[in-house]
């Protein structure tokens, strides 16, 4: 975290509504992740930007979907299409193996 | 990028080095060892990382054994804020993706 800001750090949805995670970092960092955390487990990569304008599926992109208009922000959209969408979220910026969190959003849907 | 195991969990006693080891026999020649963290209910911290030589850091310091087939991850005065989760991770120096795979780690619980 420090210069990696998500919003909101709780959220609550019912079934079947699309909800838009925030990300926004002043880190200047090219690259952009968002991971998925279930508990007990490690994390799964969603999607990921490595520049402007791009981004590309990571292992769990089912049910979610991404843009990357600016350097400085990524949101994350997790639809209806999404089976199983309550979890941890968290976004990460940084190059290759270093890098840094935000604080995470845990997303519960009922 | 090849697999690790660690200790699913560990004690320490506040103020005592906290030592946690990590295999990985199959490393690579051009894999680095990394070490995060994750507090609960937090975002994972990048702790350390090195890819033959220990490397030492405000955080940490990591020991990779002369082979490269496991490594520890040191906490020189381990305090309650260093109770977490600790998670070794293995991984080439360019990845097409750039993620990070985080198995099971080792908790580590440091008591007064």
């Known amino acids: 975290d420090g210069g990696i800001t998500q919003s909101p750090k709780y959220l609550f949805r019912k079934e079947g509504q699309n909800v838009t995670l925030s990300c926004e970092q002043n880190?200047?960092?090219?690259?952009m992740y968002w991971y998925r955390q279930d508990p007990g487990q490690g994390l799964r990569l969603i999607y990921y930007?490595?520049?402007?304008?791009?981004?590309q599926k990571g292992d769990i992109a089912e049910g979610y979907s991404v843009s990357r208009e600016k350097k400085e922000s990524f949101p994350l959209t997790v639809t209806s299409a999404q089976k199983n969408p309550t979890a941890f979220y968290l976004c990460a910026v940084g190059r290759e193996g270093e890098q840094y969190f935000g604080p995470g959003t845990r997303l519960t849907v009922t | 990028d090849a697999k690790t195991t660690q200790p699913t969990s560990m004690d320490c006693a506040e103020g005592r080095a906290a030592n946690l080891p990590c295999n990985h026999s199959t490393i690579s020649g051009n894999e680095y060892v990394y070490w995060y963290r994750q507090i609960h209910s937090q975002g994972p911290q990048y702790i350390i990382h090195?890819?033959?030589n220990n490397e030492t850091n405000e955080m940490a310091s990591l020991i990779i054994t002369e082979d490269r087939k496991s490594s520890t991850l040191i906490l020189p005065h381990a305090t309650l804020r260093d109770t977490a989760v600790y998670y070794c991770i293995v991984r080439g120096a360019a990845s097409n993706t750039g993620k990070l795979i985080f198995g099971q780690g080792t908790t580590l619980q440091v008591k007064p």
């Open positions: 090195g890819l033959k």
């Open positions: 930007s490595q520049i402007v304008n791009d981004f």
């Open positions: 880190l200047n960092h090219d690259a």
